[in-house]
């Protein structure tokens, strides 16, 4: 293991303020890809991070449970109807929402919004004369389904919420509120353990009841 | 007193611990940690245990073989007053969404910057766990080392990714999120951060 420790005194770190960066950046110019070029980096902002450097060839999304849950929030926000989400809350255990689905991902959506074009990303470029291995053929029918999946902002993809952020210490009836827990029917058991998980899924299921009564 | 064989040498002989059991205890040692057999349901100390005021400034991974910067980040130092979060949690969890791709990156390194409050800090460390469902990949010991009063340090570790057969990584690729780690922090044997993040391996345009 190769370690490099500097500790040098706390510097004045030169550091752009949020509205600064994000007032600078710009869409990268398109650029013709082919599985030889290296990609444009991907810069933007998420939740106070200043992201210098994303190669989408290997990194596509990064966000934090700030991002996520504000998120949660807005989405639970348009929830228009609560009978629609106590029909949904009646079965929790039934058929889950695709995982196919992300939630809240800083896929430079506002940077890249309106590039939609699916981008073969296993092709890594050669390295040392020696191209790699392709990932097996069954992960192409998935991507593939990911890259037409649901439109929306930055593609409206939804994953269940990670169960550290629903339990969060001394915060959890402030982060829960948002669902509206007491205007919902539960038939099911009182159980903690049965809640989180039906909590993980309520706003999932409520968006795909939303989608249908849409169209 | 279960004792794990492990899929990882480094646990070997290592008693078996769960996530109950060590909330009762008073403090979390490395070894505690490295007896946990899956991912924690929730963190196993408050943020206000990082009395040492250590803050990551910084952070990069590239692919060791071609020297590649896959991602890089940075933030500006937390303030005097401390950062105020919606949640006490929200900022001590982050998301991934790699590509295929990624998985087939062997060695991966990963520069952390931090700074340091006003006092030393001995043998600061990190222990990463990294699981698939309820499988334990990977576990990563790294050390720090000592890092003086109010300064700011940079490290780099590297990451031996594992051999996953195609049959897990096919998995992993097509269960976004269920790969999810614990970086546990300890100064002088003591738990003072625990961070969690999750991840995807299915990532598209």
């Known amino acids: 293991m190769e370690m490099d420790i500097s500790g040098v005194s706390r510097t004045h770190v030169s550091i752009l303020p949020a509205a600064e960066i994000k007032a600078t950046l710009k869409p990268e110019a398109e650029r013709p890809r082919c599985a030889s070029t290296p990609c444009s980096p991907i810069r933007g902002t998420v939740a106070g991070y200043q992201i210098l450097h994303m190669d989408s060839n290997y990194l596509v999304g990064f966000t934090t449970g700030e991002e996520l849950l504000k998120l949660a929030h807005k989405w639970s926000e348009g929830a228009p109807e609560k009978s629609s989400v106590s029909e949904s809350v009646s079965s929790p255990i039934q058929s889950p929402v695709p995982k196919s689905v992300d939630l809240g991902i800083h896929r430079s959506s506002r940077i890249f919004k309106g590039k939609n074009r699916y981008y073969q990303p296993y092709d890594i470029p050669a390295a040392n004369g020696r191209r790699r291995r392709r990932m097996p053929s069954s992960s192409d029918t998935f991507l593939r389904s990911l890259a037409h999946g649901e439109p929306g902002p930055g593609r409206g993809l939804h994953a269940p919420l990670p169960l550290c952020l629903l339990k969060g210490k001394g915060a959890q009836s402030k982060s829960l509120d948002y669902l509206n827990l007491d205007k919902i029917s539960i038939k099911e058991s009182s159980d903690t353990e049965v809640l989180q998980y039906q909590l993980q899924h309520l706003t999932l299921r409520g968006e795909r009841v939303f989608t249908r009564n849409k169209t | ?205």
């Open chain 2, 1 to 205: 007193m279960k004792v794990q064989q492990g899929c990882n040498s480094s646990d070997m002989g290592i008693p078996v611990t769960t996530e109950e059991e060590l909330r009762r205890n008073t403090v979390i040692t490395p070894e505690d940690v490295l007896g946990l057999q899956k991912i924690t349901k929730n963190y196993l100390c408050s943020p206000e245990e990082n009395v040492h005021m250590i803050d990551f400034t910084r952070f990069k991974i590239r692919d060791m073989e071609t020297g590649t910067v896959l991602f890089e980040i940075t933030k500006p130092p937390t303030p005097a007053g401390g950062k105020k979060h919606c949640d006490p949690n929200a900022g001590r969890f982050v998301r991934y969404q790699f590509t295929p791709a990624f998985l087939q990156l062997r060695q991966v390194g990963a520069t952390v910057e931090f700074t340091v409050g006003d006092t030393p800090i001995n043998n600061f460390r990190m222990i990463e766990r990294h699981y698939f469902r309820d499988q334990l990949l990977k576990s990563f010991d790294f050390e720090f080392g000592f890092c003086m009063p109010s300064s700011k340090n940079t490290c780099e570790h590297i990451y031996e990714f594992p051999a996953l057969s195609e049959e897990i990584m096919r998995e992993m690729i097509l269960h976004p999120y269920e790969t999810q780690s614990d970086s546990f922090y300890f100064v002088d044997n003591k738990l003072v951060m625990h961070n969690k993040a999750d991840y995807s391996y299915s990532g598209g345009p």
